[in-house]
């Protein structure tokens, strides 16, 4: 079995040497053995345990913390609770740090298209990157709601087609025509529109909205702050 002095269990667990003399005089990391000359040594079990005190120091933990831990009957299980904390919060910083980086990322693509940049455009970037997450949870749940809609539609045209009964299309005509309002006045009620003249977020009106052109991202609308007319950023407003 391995033995390791003071100094190499320092450089194993990235310590200094004053560290482990440390522990072993606060009776926490006791050596398991004696050279023939009087220095310490350590087995491979002292340098496991080793390496979990280091852990434990990592989450701040106490001195006086981890010798009451380590006297544990159980201390592993213990050990074990914190590990799957600081595994938690560590996939959470990581997280966080993806979703900054995707953030970043983003802004610097959106510059690239700017000729020129200003605090406004900026802005506008950031506002965009903000909303795109609330519309397409909104979009998603237009498409979910739709899906009966659209079912009962294909349903009412066959039986029109193979039973000769019409009032089931008469029916959906119906339902579609209400899902169509509310659902139109649900998302225009939750949508706002970037200006790229004056940078104004604004809310049209529901007749303009709802009969402008428009693409994915943009709508032909008029500004209500300076009066251009022109494709308008698409952006999320939350309700009124």
Same mark, same amino acid.
């Given at each position: 079995?391995?033995?390791?002095?003071?100094?190499?269990?320092?450089?194993?667990?990235?310590?200094?040497?004053?560290?482990?003399?440390?522990?072993?005089?606060?009776?926490?990391?006791?050596?398991?053995?004696?050279?023939?000359?009087?220095?310490?040594?350590?087995?491979?079990?002292?340098?496991?345990?080793?390496?979990?005190?280091?852990?434990?120091?990592?989450?701040?933990?106490?001195?006086?913390?981890?010798?009451?831990?380590?006297?544990?009957?159980?201390?592993?299980?213990?050990?074990?609770?914190?590990?799957?904390?600081?595994?938690?919060?560590?996939?959470?910083?990581?997280?966080?740090?993806?979703?900054?980086?995707?953030?970043?990322?983003?802004? #610097? +693509?959106?510059? !690239?298209? &700017?000729?020129?940049?200003? *605090?406004?455009? $900026?802005?506008?970037? %950031? =506002?965009?990157?903000? @909303?795109? #997450? +609330?519309?397409? !949870?909104? &979009?998603?749940?237009?498409? *979910?709601?739709? $899906?009966?809609?659209? %079912? =009962?539609?294909?349903? @009412?045209?066959?039986?029109?087609?193979?039973?000769?009964?019409?009032?089931?299309?008469?029916?959906?005509?119906?339902? %579609?025509?209400?899902?169509?309002?509310?659902?139109?006045?649900?998302?225009?009620?939750?949508?706002?529109?970037?200006?790229?003249?004056?940078?104004?977020?604004?809310?049209?009106?529901?007749?303009?909205?709802?009969?402008?052109?428009?693409?994915?991202?943009?709508?032909?609308?008029?500004?209500?702050?300076?009066?251009?007319?022109?494709?308008?950023?698409?952006?999320?407003?939350?309700?009124?």
């Amino acid at each position: 079995m391995s033995k390791y002095t003071t100094g190499e269990m320092a450089k194993l667990c990235g310590v200094s040497v004053r560290t482990v003399q440390y522990y072993d005089s606060r009776g926490i990391l006791i050596p398991s053995d004696l050279s023939e000359g009087g220095r310490r040594l350590y087995s491979e079990d002292d340098l496991k345990q080793m390496k979990i005190i280091c852990f434990l120091r990592d989450l701040d933990l106490p001195i006086n913390a981890i010798s009451q831990i380590l006297k544990e009957d159980h201390p592993e299980k213990v050990i074990s609770l914190l590990i799957g904390q600081q595994e938690k919060t560590l996939s959470d910083e990581i997280t966080d740090k993806e979703e900054k980086l995707e953030k970043l990322r983003e802004l #610097k +693509n959106g510059l !690239k298209n &700017r000729v020129e940049i200003s *605090l406004e455009s $900026i802005g506008d970037i %950031a =506002l965009l990157m903000e @909303s795109k #997450k +609330n519309l397409k !949870k909104m &979009r998603l749940m237009m498409i *979910l709601t739709g $899906i009966p809609v659209t %079912a =009962l539609q294909w349903f @009412s045209i066959i039986f029109w087609i193979y039973r000769g009964i019409w009032w089931p299309f008469v029916v959906w005509v119906i339902v %579609a025509t209400v899902w169509g309002i509310m659902v139109s006045r649900y998302y225009f009620s939750h949508v706002k529109y970037i200006c790229p003249e004056c940078h104004e977020v604004f809310r049209p009106a529901l007749k303009e909205a709802f009969f402008a052109n428009h693409t994915p991202t943009t709508r032909k609308l008029t500004c209500t702050s300076c009066g251009r007319k022109g494709f308008c950023v698409e952006v999320w407003g939350g309700s009124e």
